[in-house]
């Protein structure tokens, strides 16, 4: 069986690899997945996902390209398992798809690096071990052709690199029998500096006042390199200040006004950021003319930040501004329609503005402005804080029975908002009869054979991409029994419950009969076959003893099993005698005897306190005497204190277990003689009651005890024990929160009694007690509106009655309350974001009193009142937080408040923000398209939103080379557009709406051959209908085909 179940997987897998083999170069990756079929229950292999991780973390900067996308909302991993859960263990033996252990990262390679060899590293695990190859710029590399490549363990080695040939995007894909996956992209850079043109520089010359760029014109270079400018001579540096400022960006030195002490030579100096290597510009001579002095004029920003300037959240920021101008001009910042950034710091004379760790609220225009007493001008631009792609929610390993509906989805948060796609087999998995992918959500109908094989998902928007990975089963198979559930015979006793277990492997789940000797089973109020396929019986009787049979059946086969029944009288126990009072040194012998059915033998344990009795550990004080079959004695010799306890007697039969106990009581006898008639009973505690019995004993034995006294109290006494567990509890501000647990009454030693709160600021000398009248009084707030928050106080707590103080507890530090939140956040902002995602941002004041444990946000729905708000917590200090899971078109209203350990703060004003409506959900109908060599004319039916939808903005025509992932994009408000197709080959062409809420359902794929421009000579070409029914149409039409829109 097992070597059917290899042979069935390998030719199914096989199928689906060689379906997609032709697509996998030029693809980005992501989850990977393995769908297996298995037939034969032999087969079915321990499998455990908590061992297997999936997701792969990939470096921030690796961006791969855009290719096809999909919009995503939420991540769910199915999970549709039948009796399997046993079966799901980490196995060294178990079969399994490819997973990354590590993934190539981004390099930057020096070209006079000593080392001559670059490393890229890949390395995967799985069963069969996997086999590696490497794709470079989406085409595979010929590794046996060039010697300058070499593989070790996965990890792709290029001994003597050069840029011309090696620099460019590195995959690895990495496979075995279930199929391959792919690994994110890793760019490879080389750094180099070149030398600056040896070519004369001229002479630059202006008049004193006047300002001046002297421009460097950097060598060619990779990556980035830092500019500095030499004057005269080296190391004579030029001081950067508000006259004179180097800009990073272009490198060029500027002076807002030309002193007599500017004239000189400037090099330009350039340093490689990887390399460290620097090299100097010929020099640029600065003379002064002698055609006078230039009067003042107003600034002139000569050099600026761009119009858009894109920032990694988390990465520092840093834009310039300098002006021309005479005087010199001062440069200021501010952001338009808001505050600096606390964090902003001025850099090179308030040259430039510098925001580390920028934030998503960093986002807005900032205006830089330079004056001087002749004027002013100012520069404005959009500073746009991006952040990569972040799991929410990850696909789990999953298995199905087969038949089954597979449902995936991935989730992730980013902005601009993520995308996604998926991969079957390193290719790209397109929607098919029963394959569904929308807004992330990949499901399959109906899984079969054809199924099986590696699935991958990815993330990604313009920035980056992230990846992660699952395996998904299916389970193909007869229903087996496993062995402990064969030929079993259950005895039960009357009135008790039976449960027949009939729990097959199979998948999908089978039907499950039962059977009582040759009837089938009906159901009825006292026998119900359970979900699982197990039989329960309720209050057995002797009519339910019999032959049972169960039968599971599903497509692949069936198999049963028999069980029999058995119904035996109840045992009933008697223990004797039931309550014994011994002294020291006298024995005893409990009977025990059990009423049961003949037909069965019972056995008996004894217990002490409900542990089993050693017989061969207890020096010989206890014995079993068992004089028949149906009772058993405990003798128990020469009793000692410690023999006192609860003694307990077991029986157990087959079909059942009862049990009962007795007491045994053991005193110690008083020395006190005959002829007395009183004693004194000492070392009680003060103000309790008491009552007393006497036992009159001689050699032959103990009498009756005397009826009790009456009932009689100790005399008063000062009490002597403290409070223990004296803590600080939360409060509100100004408050100290002292708690303790009460002294219990027998302890209290008179009436009156009450608590001595005792406490001071740590390190005064002088105490504050205050009086606590109530026995039961468990806690004591003291408030003082001078006491500052969090103030340390020494505290202890004693006690006290009608006769006296007692003792104080020890002491303990406890700090006063720091009180609920006593300010609103402010600046709270709504964005809608999509369907159902609402951003909601806030800030929080810090001199506010109330140190905020997180914030908590109230959002309810405009017909709604505020009172039925629901309500999401942050912790910590965040700032903001995603809605998800709204309703689309509504108009929501939100507030956010603080909250600590003491309550919660005032809520902010509410603020407003309605999701948006859902993109259309019809997709563009009735395309006709004619095609004239590689031009391609397309038309469609408009689409018509319903009410509850965005309206249509446009419209995009997506069209790619089948087997490519990669789509280029028309964009139109029209409902016609020309594609033209570059190259020979099938090109697949859609069409969907765009809209506010997103991009709308897709058409129906179009494939159309493109000739590579050939043109159409005669007067026919063929009109393709493409209904949005079924069935389509070719028309032969004699017409020219238009160059232009339909």
């Not at 460097?216 to 990779?222: D, E, G, M």
């Not at 006292?526 to 209050?539: A, D, E, Q, V, Y």
């Not at 490519?964 to 016609?976: A, C, D, G, L, P």
């Amino acid at each position: 069986m097992w070597l059917s179940w290899k042979l069935l997987l390998f030719l199914s897998l096989t199928g689906c690899l060689s379906e997609y083999s032709e697509a996998v170069p030029g693809l980005p990756t992501s989850y990977a997945a393995i769908l297996r079929i298995k037939s034969g229950s032999s087969s079915l292999a321990s499998f455990n996902s908590k061992n297997r991780p999936r997701l792969s973390s990939p470096s921030l900067g690796s961006v791969s390209s855009p290719g096809w996308r999909g919009a995503a909302q939420h991540y769910h991993s199915p999970t549709n398992l039948y009796h399997f859960s046993e079966t799901f263990k980490h196995d060294e033996s178990v079969d399994y798809g490819p997973v990354f252990v590590q993934e190539p990262d981004d390099m930057i390679f020096p070209t006079d690096s000593e080392e001559k060899k670059v490393s890229l590293n890949c390395q995967a695990r799985g069963n069969p071990t996997p086999t590696y190859r490497w794709l470079r710029n989406g085409t595979e590399i010929d590794i046996e052709s060039d010697y300058r490549f070499s593989l070790i363990e996965g990890s792709l080695i290029i001994s003597n690199p050069s840029e011309m040939k090696d620099s460019g995007q590195y995959q690895c894909l990495t496979t075995n029998i279930f199929g391959s996956i792919l690994s994110r992209e890793a760019v490879l850079q080389f750094a180099y500096l070149g030398n600056f043109s040896g070519r004369t520089r001229s002479a630059v010359s202006v008049r004193e006042g006047q300002g001046v760029v002297l421009m460097c014109s950097p060598p060619l270079h990779s990556p980035e390199i830092i500019y500095s400018w030499v004057f005269n001579e080296f190391p004579s540096f030029v001081a950067e200040d508000s006259r004179r400022f180097i800009s990073q960006e272009t490198g060029n030195l500027y002076i807002s006004k030309v002193q007599t002490s500017d004239v000189g030579s400037y090099i330009c100096l350039v340093k490689n950021t990887v390399t460290n290597a620097r090299v100097l510009s010929p020099p640029t001579p600065l003379t002064l003319r002698n055609d006078g002095v230039m009067g003042e004029y107003e600034p002139k920003i000569e050099v600026h930040f761009p119009y858009t300037v894109t920032a990694a959240r988390g990465t520092t920021v840093r834009m310039e501004c300098f002006a021309l101008g005479n005087p010199v001009p001062t440069i200021s910042w501010r952001k338009v329609n808001g505050h600096n950034p606390s964090k902003a710091r001025l850099r090179k004379s308030q040259a430039v503005l510098e925001i580390p760790n920028v934030q998503l609220e960093d986002s807005g225009m900032y205006e830089c402005k330079a004056e001087n007493s002749r004027g002013r001008n100012v520069f404005r631009g959009q500073l746009q804080v991006y952040t990569y792609p972040h799991w929410v929610e990850k696909l789990n390993d999953t298995q199905l029975d087969s038949g089954d509906q597979l449902r995936w989805e991935c989730k992730a948060t980013g902005k601009p908002r993520p995308t996604y796609r998926w991969l079957k087999n390193g290719a790209p998995l397109w929607p098919q009869s029963r394959i569904e992918m929308m807004n992330g959500v990949l499901m399959i109908h109906s899984v079969n054979v054809s199924d099986a094989g590696m699935y991958q998902c990815l993330a990604e928007n313009k920035y980056g991409t992230i990846y992660a990975s699952a395996e998904l089963k299916v389970l193909a198979s007869a229903p087996t029994f496993p062995l402990n559930q064969m030929r079993k015979t259950i005895i039960v006793t009357k009135g008790q419950e039976v449960v027949i277990e009939c729990k097959p492997q199979a998948s999908p789940k089978p039907t499950i009969t039962w059977k009582k000797g040759d009837k089938v089973l009906r159901e009825n109020k006292r026998i119900t076959i359970l979900p699982h396929g197990s039989l329960r019986i309720l209050n057995a009787s002797k009519s339910d003893e019999g032959r049972y049979l169960c039968k599971g059946v599903n497509v692949f086969g069936s198999a049963e099993i028999i069980a029999s029944v058995s119904v035996k009288e109840p045992t009933r126990i008697e223990l004797t005698p039931k309550k014994i009072e011994l002294t020291v040194g006298e024995s005893i012998v409990l009977s025990c005897k059990a009423l049961h059915d003949s037909t069965m033998d019972v056995t008996f344990y004894w217990t002490l306190n409900g542990q089993p009795i050693d017989f061969e550990k207890e020096g010989g004080h206890f014995e079993s005497i068992k004089a028949q079959a149906s009772s058993a004695d405990l003798m128990i010799r020469n009793i000692l204190l410690m023999h006192a306890g609860r003694y307990g007697c077991r029986v157990q039969t087959a079909a059942d277990t009862v049990s009962d106990e007795t007491e045994l009581l053991v005193r110690v006898p008083d020395l006190i003689s005959g002829d007395m008639e009183s004693a004194m009973a000492v070392e009680l505690n003060p103000w309790v009651e008491y009552e007393f019995r006497v036992v009159a004993t001689n050699k032959i034995g103990t009498g009756d005890p005397s009826a009790p006294s009456r009932v009689i109290r100790t005399n008063e006494a000062v009490p002597k024990t403290p409070p223990a567990n004296v803590s600080g509890r939360s409060g509100r501000r100004h408050e100290l929160v002292i708690a303790w647990e009460p002294v219990s009454e027998e302890f209290q030693s008179g009436e009156g009694f009450g608590y001595i709160v005792a406490f001071r600021p740590n390190g005064t000398r002088g105490w504050k007690e205050k009086m606590v009248t109530s026995s039961d009084a468990s806690k004591f707030i003291y408030r003082d509106e001078s006491v500052p928050p969090l103030t340390p106080f020494e505290v202890k707590v004693g006690v006290y009655n009608n006769k006296g103080d007692g003792p104080f507890s020890p002491i303990v530090v406890i700090c006063s309350a720091e009180g609920e939140p006593t300010a609103a956040p402010i600046d709270v902002k709504a964005t809608s974001l999509s369907v159902s995602e609402i951003l909601v941002a806030w800030k929080h004041i810090k001199e506010s009193l109330g140190r905020p444990q997180g914030f908590e946000v109230g959002y309810w729905k405009d017909m709604q009142q505020e009172e039925a708000a629901e309500k999401v917590k942050t912790e910590g200090n965040e700032s903001s937080i995603l809605l998800t899971g709204l309703e689309g078109n509504t108009l929501y209203h939100l507030t956010v408040r603080a909250y600590n350990a003491a309550g919660y703060g005032p809520p902010s004003t509410a603020v407003h923000a309605a999701t948006k409506k859902s993109p259309p959900s019809q997709a563009p109908g009735n395309i006709m398209w004619i095609q004239d060599g590689s031009h391609v004319s397309l038309g469609w039916e408009p689409v018509r939103p319903l009410a509850n939808e965005s309206d249509v903005m446009g419209y995009k025509v997506l069209f790619r080379q089948e087997g490519q992932s990669n789509s280029q994009v028309i964009e139109t408000q029209k409902t016609s557009a020309v594609v033209l197709l570059p190259d020979v080959g099938v090109y697949i062409i859609e069409v969907c709406a765009v809209s506010e809420g997103g991009d709308g359902t897709a058409s129906p794929q179009i494939r159309v051959p493109s000739f590579s421009g050939g043109k159409v000579t005669s007067a026919q070409s063929t009109l393709h209908v493409l209904s949005t029914s079924s069935s389509s149409v070719t028309l032969l039409l004699a017409l020219m085909v238009p160059s232009t829109s339909w």
